[in-house]
């Protein structure tokens, strides 16, 4: 079962994403959470003083959970997260 010991995340702006670890065992799984997802779920408002890290860490139960449920999905070590995902 996957899990999510390591609290690091970081924010790619040029990406649009937000980065994210989670383990399987001793095999770890990177996942990348797309902002738009995360400002839908969050109820931001893109700009440039978005703080997107501050938004993750409030709603990182939810992210957690559909990062769960779509590596039990796809089973892969690199999965992006939408909102199709939550």
């Known amino acids: 079962m996957i899990g999510f010991p390591n609290e690091m995340r970081s924010f790619d702006e040029d990406a649009g994403t937000i980065r994210f670890s989670g383990y399987d065992g001793v095999m770890e799984v990177r996942f990348l959470l797309e902002a738009p997802a995360l400002e839908q779920i969050a109820g931001l408002d893109r700009s440039p003083d978005t ?3 501050a ?7 939810k992210i957690d959970a559909a990062a769960v449920r779509a ?3 796809h089973r892969k070590n690199l999965i992006r997260l939408s ?3 939550f």
């Not at 938004?55 to 139960?61: C, P």
């Open 83 to 85: 909102i199709a995902d």
């Open 55 to 61: 938004a993750f860490d409030r709603i990182r139960g």
């Open 51 to 53: 703080d997107y890290l």
């Open 71 to 73: 590596y039990k999905k």
